[in-house]
């Protein structure tokens, strides 16, 4: 992959002097370019230093050390991270004394900024969060009334599509894909970070979605017909939910309607494989012992489901109409 000098990248707006301020992930983060999805930075906090930093710049081709890796992602024994994408950018992520507070990014000529955005708000966020020491559920996650709710599972298994129809009922969008739990004062805690929603046009045309508000999260995928695309919901203000419910999503072909069962004890957080957001590169940066105690509090503290889809596009409205009742009997 050709790379590009950053300072002069078509369509990224650099800003050394004064640099935007968003809220990630409960965090105060320092960007020298615009993000479309995060929320600003509340100015009721503005006081409080920047704890990340995002800036383009030069990046390393591959790591010195690498202690394990994949077709895109090397993690390497000071604990940084080298995540590579043809055709967009690379995303170094410092290790040792910058471990989890610094990003760079070297974008490729032809990157567009949603796709940087895309990639950046999703393994990198997953990546950098598990080296600040926090805890990702690979969750999509909505607030309702005074509580939040979670909804998890593999990829493609619908967590984005419930958590907009949720939204479309009157939900407020908190995280989508990646969401950071905590437990402080010994109640699971849901911390928001986006607006955004990435949805395939089948999802938004059943959720009626206008079109002009859909925006391509890919090259390639300007025509609303293909790929997933981003729109903002309805969005939360505060930073940080008692978080409720969470709701373990799986398909099958072998029923007619989907079906929503509590789960109980700690085998309603295991496997953790497909609860939490790239568990591999956690364990690798020292994190098991937090996984263990979060994943034990959350099963304590929260309730757990089950819900079975059908694999049909056209169960989504049953499905948020079970996790409605389902939270409504447990109030």
């Known amino acids: 992959m050709t790379q590009s000098d950053p300072a002069v990248h078509p369509g990224l707006q650099s800003q050394r002097d004064e640099p935007h301020v968003y809220s990630f992930h409960g965090c105060c983060l320092s960007s020298t370019i615009a993000l479309r999805s995060l929320a600003p930075w509340p100015e009721s ?10 800036e383009l710049g030069e990046t390393p081709s591959s790591l010195p050390c690498v202690l394990w890796s994949s077709p895109f992602i090397e993690i390497g024994a000071d604990h940084s991270a080298l995540v590579h ?5 690379r995303f170094w992520l410092p290790g040792g004394l910058d471990a989890g507070i610094r990003i760079i990014i070297q974008p490729s000529p032809s990157a567009q900024p949603f796709e940087i955005e895309t990639i950046l708000l999703g393994s990198v966020a997953g990546i950098l969060l598990h080296q600040r020491g926090l805890l990702p559920l690979h969750a999509s996650c909505v607030a309702l009334g005074s509580h939040a709710i979670a909804i998890s599972g593999p990829s493609a298994s619908g967590k984005s599509a419930l958590a907009a129809a949720l939204v479309c009922r009157g939900a407020t969008m908190l995280a989508d ?9 010994h109640t699971i805690h849901a911390v928001s970070n986006t607006s955004h929603a990435c949805l395939w046009p089948d999802v938004m045309d059943q959720l009626e979605i206008p079109k002009d508000l859909r925006r391509p999260t890919r090259a390639g995928h300007g025509g609303q017909e293909h790929g997933k695309h981003s729109v903002s919901m309805h969005a939360s203000e505060q930073n940080v939910w008692p978080l409720r419910h969470l709701v373990r999503l799986s398909s099958s072909n072998l029923i007619a309607a989907p079906q929503l ?12 494989k497909e609860l939490l957001y790239q568990p591999n590169i956690g364990n690798l940066f020292g994190n098991r012992a937090l996984e263990f105690r979060l994943l034990t509090s959350l099963a304590r503290h929260t309730s757990i489901s089950s819900l079975r889809r059908t694999r049909v596009l056209d ?10 009742s389902a939270v409504s009997v447990g109030a």
Do not use: H, K, W, Y
């Open 177 to 185: 894909d990646l969401c950071v739990i905590n437990d402080e004062g």
């Open 315 to 324: 169960d989504l409205n049953q499905c948020a109409d079970l996790i409605l």
């Open 261 to 272: 069962e509590p789960l109980r004890g700690l085998t309603s957080v295991f496997p953790q």
């Open 85 to 89: 994408m043809d055709a967009v950018a």
């Open 45 to 54: 906090q503005s006081g409080i230093a920047p704890q990340i930093t995002l």
